[in-house]
């Protein structure tokens, strides 16, 4: 949930395929939290992941976008009718 009520347009983006809503200015990082996503899971389990220094120094956060882009979700903004997957190898298979 959010902390602080965001104010600005509605924006519409696709994450694993499912449509999600998300006001304009939302990081990924916050959209993806906010819909009940994950960024990653846990290399040695099934536990799920949410970033870690949330400010690009680290590599936790990495999705990729529907033209096959690599980036953070900690520091990159949502943008309108973004196409975004946190799983890399359903990226390949359906960007």
Known sequence: MRVVPRHGAPISLTIDGHAVEAVEGDGLLAVLLLNGRVVRHFEFGDAPRAGFCLMGACQDCWVS????????????????????WTDHRKAGANG
């Open 65 to 84: 976008l529907g033209d096959g882009e690599r980036v953070r979700a900690c520091t990159t903004p949502a943008a309108s009718d973004m196409i975004v």
